[in-house]
Structure formats: structure tokens, C-alpha cells
């Protein structure tokens, strides 16, 4: 069955500082991957998507993720974190019914 | 794209009461997620909705909880019946293709 982990629950960077939020699919396939940004009350917001073209994705608000299909990863990184990045995270991938699966979130931090 | 007029945004109710959440999809759509995001938790399916047939549930959510309508290709509501303090939830619905998911602006559910 299709899963997707994320490996940490919290990240807490300074601003600034490089970001790397980790996330981990299993797929008998390659599957279409997300990262979705949920700000505090707020909707879900797409950052970026993944669906079978370039392994190197940028997405908006500077932020990028890049396939590896050896490592089944899909992490999203950001070389310099502003506070306005403080937000809960989802890796999520889009299995052969059209089903999201999500990860459990990352809720990044930034300390000023 | 789509665009997903989710409401109510938000609610206060009583236990033992229900409340009927409805999305309106400005497009034609086969079928509607409706997913739960407790707090501090990730989303979690509920079920998936077809226009024309009964809506599939996942483990853990039965009908006579979460009964829900799909009366046509555009619109989609969700019922909490007789709701406790547990079911205080966002509750989302989203449509999906195979590149991208769209979701509501959630619907902010507190029972008291």
C-alpha cells in the first residue's frame, strides 16, 4: 500500500538558515508528489507538485523539492527561512484512484 | 483548476445536534473527498463521494455518522449527526485529477 512519511513533526530553524523538511513515499510506482502549506487558520495552499517531469521542482515562496527515485524522497528545502515560512507542512501523493495520501505534517518554526 | 465554495466557514454547536456542510465546485466533477483534520492532526478521509452512487466510507467513519449527498456533478454536503465534543474538527472537501488536489476553505466545526 502507497504511504508517505514525514520524518520529523517539528523543524525549528533561525531565519535565514537553510530549511529542509523531510518526506518519504513508498509506491509501487511513481506517484505525483505534493507539499501543501497550512498557515494558522488558514486553507491548504499548494506549494509545489512533482508528476513525473523534471525531478527538481520549484514551487512558490522560494521553495523547492527535488524526486529521488533511489531514496524514495521528496524533500523540500529552502535556502533562507522568514518568519513568514512559520507553518504546518504535508507531503502528500496521489495514488492510482485519485486518493491524496497524506503525511502526518511538519510544523516548521522560526526563531527570529 | 477548480474553485471549491466550502460552507460554513465556521460553527459552534450543541451536542447532540448536526450540522450540513456543503461545497460547490465551479466544474463538472467525478468524484469528492471529504476529509477530517482533528487538532494539531493531519487529514484524514472520511469518504469518497461519485455523483450517481452511495459514497464509499474509509475504516472508522460509518453513514449514519457522516451521511452524505451527492446529487450532481458540481455539489457535495456532508451531515455531522448528533455530535459530541469529539467530532470539533476542520472538516474539508477536495476534487482531485491527476496532477493536483483543490480544497474548500474548510469548515471550523466546535461542539459544546
Known amino acids: 500500500a502507497q504511504s508517505v512519511t514525514q520524518l520529523d513533526s517539528h523543524v525549528s530553524v533561525s531565519e535565514g538558515t537553510p530549511v529542509l523538511l523531510r518526506c518519504n513515499y513508498s509506491?509501487?510506482?511513481?506517484?505525483?508528489l505534493f507539499w501543501y502549506v497550512q498557515h494558522p487558520n488558514k486553507g491548504l495552499q499548494l506549494l509545489l507538485k512533482?508528476?513525473?517531469?523534471a525531478t527538481l521542482v520549484k514551487g512558490i515562496n522560494g521553495f523547492e523539492a527535488e524526486f529521488k527515485k533511489s531514496e524514495t524522497s521528496f524533500h523540500l528545502t529552502k535556502p533562507s527561512a522568514h518568519m513568514s515560512d512559520a507553518a504546518e507542512y504535508f507531503c502528500?501523493?496521489?495514488?492510482?484512484?485519485?486518493?491524496?495520501?497524506w503525511g502526518a505534517g511538519t510544523k516548521l518554526i522560526i526563531k527570529p | 483548476s477548480a474553485v471549491i465554495s466550502q460552507k460554513p466557514s465556521r460553527d459552534i454547536c450543541q451536542r447532540g445536534t448536526s450540522l450540513t456542510i456543503q461545497c460547490q465546485v465551479d466544474?463538472?466533477?467525478?468524484?469528492m473527498f471529504w476529509y477530517r483534520q482533528q487538532p494539531g492532526q493531519s487529514l484524514t478521509l472520511i469518504a469518497t463521494?461519485?455523483?450517481?452512487?452511495?459514497?464509499?466510507?474509509e475504516s472508522g467513519f460509518v453513514i449514519d455518522k457522516f451521511p452524505i449527498s451527492r446529487p450532481n456533478l458540481t455539489f457535495s454536503t456532508l451531515t455531522v449527526s448528533n455530535m459530541s465534543p469529539e467530532d470539533s474538527s476542520i472538516y474539508l472537501c477536495?476534487?482531485?485529477?491527476?496532477?493536483?488536489?483543490?480544497f474548500g476553505q474548510g469548515t471550523r466545526l466546535t461542539v459544546v
Open positions: 477536495s476534487v482531485g485529477g491527476s496532477t493536483e488536489a483543490f
Open positions: 466544474s463538472q466533477v467525478t468524484m
Open positions: 463521494a461519485n455523483q450517481g452512487s452511495e459514497a464509499t466510507y
Open positions: 509506491s509501487s510506482y511513481s506517484p505525483s
Open positions: 512533482y508528476t513525473s517531469a
Open positions: 502528500v501523493a496521489l495514488d492510482s484512484n485519485y486518493q491524496l495520501i
